[in-house]
T-cell receptor, first 113, second 111 residues
Framework: GQQLNQSPQSMFIQEGEDVSMNCTSSSIFNTWLWYKQDPGEGPVLLIALYKAGELTSNGRLTAQFGITRKDSFLNISASIPSDVGIYFCAGRRTPGSQGNLIFGKGTKLSVKP | SQTIHQWPATLVQPVGSPLSLECTVEGTSNPNLYWYRQAAGRGLQLLFYSVGIGQISSEVPQNLSASRPQDRQFILSSKKLLLSDSGFYLC??????????FGPGTRLLVL
């Protein structure tokens, strides 16, 4: 079935560092979404992207819709402890289709020991 | 504003027992609704979605079923739970511009 490859699978952050993660697919997507999930809670929508090349920010978070429409990137600047959690990308191939939101397996952010 | 509720928050059930999880949405009408299962804190698996009352689409054949008896109510059920049904169940509704918003989830442990 359709899959999104999300990387890295996990990473450790130190407060103040910038963080980057990405999501790639072999197919073209029309919508890219980025979510964050805290332990024991539902994912929360961070950023939505709709056009190739689109760059959107939400506070210290910036996400981009790749120009090939097969990838998306999320950057977190000057990370803080509350940034830890699991970040999911999600994409939809066909506009307006129901049930076709495909999720990556997540990038787990943890604090460096 | 729209809100989504799920209950119960946590459930421990014996193998072979029935299941009923409920999801309700407030502040919107005729939303598309979704049930996902998440195992071990990673990976969201779409189980069912609904575009209206009584309309259910199943993505994965399994021991579960879904129903939508009212516009803003979505129920996940099972007649006999299996150990493999354990997981974190998430309900979501579709907002504008193809975004999905998730509820707080129900943690199910089948023993």
């Amino acid at each position: 079935g359709q899959q999104l490859n999300q990387s890295p699978q996990s990473m450790f952050i130190q407060e103040g560092e910038d963080v980057s993660m990405n999501c790639t697919s072999s197919s073209i997507f029309n919508t890219w979404l980025w979510y964050k999930q805290d332990p024991g809670e539902g994912p929360v929508l961070l950023i939505a992207l709709y056009k190739a090349g689109e760059l959107t920010s939400n506070g210290r978070l910036t996400a981009q819709f790749g120009i090939t429409r097969k990838d998306s990137f999320l950057n977190i600047s000057a990370s803080i402890p509350s940034d830890v959690g699991i970040y999911f990308c999600a994409g939809r191939r066909t506009p307006g289709s129901q049930g076709n939101l495909i999720f990556g397996k997540g990038t787990k952010l943890s604090v460096k020991p | 504003s729209q809100t989504i509720h799920q209950w119960p928050a946590t459930l421990v059930q014996p193998v072979g027992s029935p299941l009923s999880l409920e999801c309700t949405v407030e502040g919107t009408s005729n939303p598309n609704l979704y049930w996902y299962r998440q195992a071990a804190g990673r990976g969201l698996q779409l189980l069912f979605y609904s575009v209206g009352i009584g309309q259910i689409s199943s993505e994965v054949p399994q021991n579960l079923s879904a129903s939508r008896p009212q516009d803003r109510q979505f129920i996940l059920s099972s007649k006999k739970l299996l150990l493999s049904d354990s997981g974190f169940y998430l309900c979501a509704w579709e907002g504008g511009r193809e975004t999905q918003y998730f509820g707080p989830g129900t943690r199910l442990l089948v023993l």
